[in-house]
């Protein structure tokens, strides 16, 4: 009987491009037993999400997922015996239950510990593993903390039928932002605008998507809520707003491949860096305060500056190219 | 004699790579005449700067130089004829001269107008164009307004050595900073280290620059300042520490080359966007009031979602396939 035994999708391997047979294999294993302080869960849902192609290749913001152990997964599972004083048979959880049937609740176990869920009547259960699960919320905080949409904005999503792109750009909608989202395929298409509400929907899998996406972004784009990364990123980077965010959420695109192209973006978003493109021009209006300190600190000693001077407006265009051969030190100053 | 006509560098060409003979041409010109609310200064010295050569090839945060153009250049000049109510004889001013002996102040030209600079006793001339001018601002507000370095955080500045980032680098210390540079070569490291008193240099002209960085960061990079992208930016990035900030300030490795892969942070330097990259993981103690805030979006109609749900746990490899091959529409869950 099935019940006796759980079983277990192992990672035996490091996928290269998409899995491929044997990179997790299903086991049988007997039945967990459990100890005082822990109860038995039975998996009923797991979650399908992105970036377990990322834990099942490089150690990231979570070490990789161990060749030889059960796969790392999300589920929403019930518990069917119970020796743990918070958890009662019935109860259902959410958290890193692994690839399996059954799992153990361990009160010892602080990282990853499952949760329990509450019964709240509007919802299904499998709405804590997307809408109000982790897609639902990295949508909400990625939308509320980082993009902070503000109305009449235009906002770019990107895998927009995703679960969790198909989340932020309601939130934006919500906001009173233009909403495009970019999917692949008419179906997806049609949901996002017609079901969802988004304003557009960009077909990437169409050859003209680049000008669809210029057509439906008149006004620029403001935030770019990026779950893909690759040329989809680039395109919309380009139609980005003077001062637009980018919220760094995903690059899906790249999971599967090895692109050094992409290995900065990844960086950025794995160690949740924040990268400030800036012009000098854009501080103007502050240019006598920026001057003043750095007088005063020029007076008091605590700055030193050098300069390379190059004798001869004629010798301009060479000076220009000892920029790019590194051949000055400090500021360089042509002297007519 | 000199004084009756006007040297002028004309912009022939758009160099591809470094500058070649011609795409600067010199010529001589008749001096100009100036007329009520007009001033001619002559310059006394000309600034060089990297921006330079991207100006010279296409419209970013300015318009490109127009072909035939006095070359765009900001310099320091003396007035020497005044017809301008703001300006007499003998006045500094610093600001858009052009790679030219002479340039014209008209009160009606608001923008690139030249401002007078003040006689400070303790300053030469050119600190106008270098610590107090365009570089020394662009490492000031880079630093005060875009780093906000704290003291016992680590920064790395490349092209340290140059206008801007030996500025920005002595900002850092200022403010409590482990600061290390990188430059290439002996002479600029043995500068900002001895003179500028950064804690360390990295001579990227060196085999083992990249363990010399790691060794000199022993506690990761908290603030990159960036001048030079590419691989420096990209070897910085990967000692970064989490939530780390990256200046953007400039990209000077890919000014001379097209290089596909640069596209994107040139964007994102030139557009002057924030990137920012997150995992919901950083959120964990909030995902109660996001869950709620979801909840109730949800409970009033104001969210949809759907779920694509494959059937058996044994079908999860190939679920987690499905997402990169754009199969799902909404949330994928496995239902066990």
Not at 41 to 67: F, G, N
Not at 196 to 201: Q, R
Not at 222 to 248: A, P, S
Request: aromatic share 6%.
């Amino acid at each position: 009987m099935q019940a006796q035994t759980n079983r277990q999708l192992i990672l035996r391997s490091r996928p290269k491009g998409l899995l491929a047979p044997g990179d997790l294999e299903l086991v049988q294993t007997p039945l967990p037993t459990i100890h005082d302080g822990q109860a038995l869960a039975k998996a009923k849902y797991l979650s399908v999400d992105p970036t377990m192609r990322v834990w099942m290749a490089v150690d990231t913001y979570l070490p990789a997922c161990a060749i030889g152990e059960v796969m790392r997964a999300i589920g929403l599972a019930e518990v069917v015996e119970s020796r743990h004083k918070e958890f009662k048979k019935g109860d259902k959880v959410v958290g890193l239950t692994g690839l399996q049937d059954y799992c153990v609740i361990d009160s010892a176990d602080k990282r990853g510990g499952l949760r329990k869920v509450p019964p709240i009547p509007f919802l299904s259960d499998t709405a804590f593993l997307g809408v109000l699960g982790a897609t639902g919320l990295t949508a909400y905080f990625g939308m509320m903390d980082i993009a902070k949409p503000q109305k009449g904005e235009t906002l770019v999503v990107s895998a927009a039928a995703g679960a969790t792109g198909s989340i932020a750009g309601q939130i934006g909608k919500i906001h009173g932002c233009r909403v495009v989202g970019i999917a692949g395929g008419a179906e997806k298409c049609k949901w996002i605008t017609e079901e969802l509400g988004f304003d557009a929907a960009v077909d990437y899998k169409q050859p003209d998507w680049k000008e669809k996406l210029a057509a439906a972004t008149p006004k620029g784009v403001d935030i770019d809520y990026e779950n893909v990364g690759g040329e989809i990123m680039h395109e919309v980077l380009k139609r980005m707003n003077l001062h637009g965010r980018v919220v760094l959420c995903g690059l899906i695109s790249g999971y599967t491949k090895e692109d050094p192209a992409l290995e900065s973006f990844a960086t950025i978003l794995r160690k949740r860096l924040r990268v400030q493109g800036f012009i000098i021009l854009d501080y103007a209006d502050r240019f006598m305060e920026g001057a003043t300190q750095l007088g005063k600190w020029k007076m008091f000693g605590k700055l030193k500056h050098r300069e390379t001077i190059v004798e001869g407006l004629e010798k301009a265009p060479d000076a220009i190219n000892m920029l790019f051969t590194g051949a000055n030190i400090g500021k360089l100053i042509v002297k007519v």
